[in-house]
């Protein structure tokens, strides 16, 4: 999940526009930079991920692909290791 992260901002270097049907967003190019180095990591194996959205555009996500039963256990914004939330979708 991306979000304003003063630990993490750095790494968000670029975004895009796509859609899935008529749902559209944002993608957010997260680059890994040295945490690739790290033992603990648990990103991707490429130096970058494409992949990462907004927590709005996240939400609009499951609902849109029909999971409108969305309940968060967790928000955490500021993570020390960057924005983090624990989610339940349901239909």
Known sequence: MLGASPKTAHRVVDSQPA????????????????????????????????????????????????????EIAFDDPGHANGPALSLVARR
């Open 19 to 70: 859609a899935h049907g008529a749902f559209q967003y944002r993608l957010h190019k997260h680059e890994y930079l040295t945490a690739l180095r790290h033992a603990g990591f648990c990103g991707g194996s490429r130096p970058f991920a494409h992949a990462w959205l907004t927590r709005d555009d996240l939400l609009k996500a499951l609902t849109h692909l029909g999971l409108g039963r969305i």
